[in-house]
């Protein structure tokens, strides 16, 4: 690994951290699907499509691709975070 991407990686791993624990995934069926349950948190995560339009936007542009794919899958993605 180089120390060039440890920022990239520490990003990512609490972009997934944030969004692996909350509503929208249990909402989107990959936990069904991939047979995972993430871990419950004590409080629950509140999701604002802003702020998961603003943390893709701060990945970079791969995951700004996969955000605007993402849009285009109504059966992975609430409405308004679809709009967002």
Sequence with gaps: MKL??????QKLASFLYKYGTSDLVKHSGLTDALDFEP????????VKPEELVQDIKDMGPA?????????TRPDLLPAPFIKA
């Design 4 to 9: 060039s991407h440890l920022r990239q990686y």
């Design 39 to 46: 871990e419950e948190k004590e409080a629950v995560l509140d």
């Design 63 to 71: 995951f700004i691709k996969f955000g605007q794919l993402l849009s």
